[in-house]
């Protein structure tokens, strides 16, 4: 099968202006933040778009596992859309240092639990945070446990790259032999496992910890079903503008906008079922150190932005994808991924800002502005970039995987 190269297209072109244009003006608004907000407000923009980007560029890695964990036949011919858009994965962890360095600057850190009061600790001063001391601070640095998670994760994510979507490219070159596949369908079911606990703890660390005195037991399935279906909606809006523009019209067909259709609309319902089981359960039980969490949400301004969520998060991609027939049209998809990623933004934001403005920068009201803006911009301009750079360098089709031809004969 011939290569299916984007190298030299216009797509890959305007892919790469777009991502520099949108990394410069992130960039110098968030230069902007810092010189006019201070580092808190900083550092929490920063966290906002490097989970954003972050999470979803690790969790495009996981849709390529599971395609082969299931050894799924429809996906064949759009997989790669998602391994290249992992392209930011690599430098993850270089992305990661202002995060680690932020918890290292007392008072000015965005997390409550790595201040000092008078010198102590307030791992050590606090009754609640105490208990949570060990998990926080261990060994003979000042946080190196909490740092050494943060490595670690981006060094599994990195890992687990080089393997799946290295095997999936060098299946590529070598069309006589399925070693890499077969390497592929054994390895994928612990990557999948390896995926759900390390963004479950990544979660845990970046964005629970900014409230320490709460907790969430569905904290990561709640983190996890966000990236899920704000990936898709980029996978699905990828394939509208490639299909559209020709470069991969024989590989995309209506059956394929029909089933990612159907898995967005899925993943919405669930991350509604999750985001309700959450608070259903926390305001069942009606413990302080549980209920903080939605009452500070849900009070000062931040309300709105509450149920602003509920209807951009479920209501809309509800009505949106409901119908069968509504799958198949490019445009209605298309509108559909672009409600879900804004919801993921106000998603983020809600868990983010609300943190910071409470316990942080000491505001009852609502905090939100254009400097939360930037963050996101740095960061889409990024993924935007390394994606670039994929499709440039790779096939946009796996062309030698055994189960292409089903792929091409898939019918819905």
Known sequence: MSNVQLGSTPFVGKMNQIGMALAGIGALGLAGVYAMGGPERFFADYLLGFWYFGGISVTMLFFSALQYLARAGWSASIRRIAENYTGMVPFLLVAMLPIIANVFMGHHSIYEWAHFDEGVSVLQSDAILKKKAAYFNQGMFTFDFFVIRLVMYCALWFVMRRFIVGNSLKQDTMPGDLTPTRANWKRSAPFVLLYAVTITFA???????????????????????????????????????????????????????????????????????????????IWYANLPEETVYFSNRMTHGWEYVGYALVLSHFVVPFMLLLRQDVKRKSKMLVAAGIVILVSHFIDITWIVMPAVGHHILKSETITLGWQELTGWLFFAGLFLLMAARQFKANNSVAINDPLIGESFEYHA
Do not use: C
Request: glycine share 6%; no cysteine; net charge negative.
């Open 203 to 281: 979660a845990f660390d970046l964005l629970m910890t900014l409230e320490p005195h709460w907790f969430s037991t569905i904290w990561g399935v709640y983190a996890f079903a966000g990236h899920f279906v704000a990936s898709l909606s980029i996978i699905a809006m990828t394939m509208v503008v490639l299909r559209n523009n020709g470069y991969l019209s024989g590989y995309i067909r209506d059956e394929h906008y029909h089933d990612i259709g159907k898995l967005m609309f899925a993943f919405s319902v669930f991350w509604t079922y999750i985001a309700f089981s959450q608070y259903f359960i």
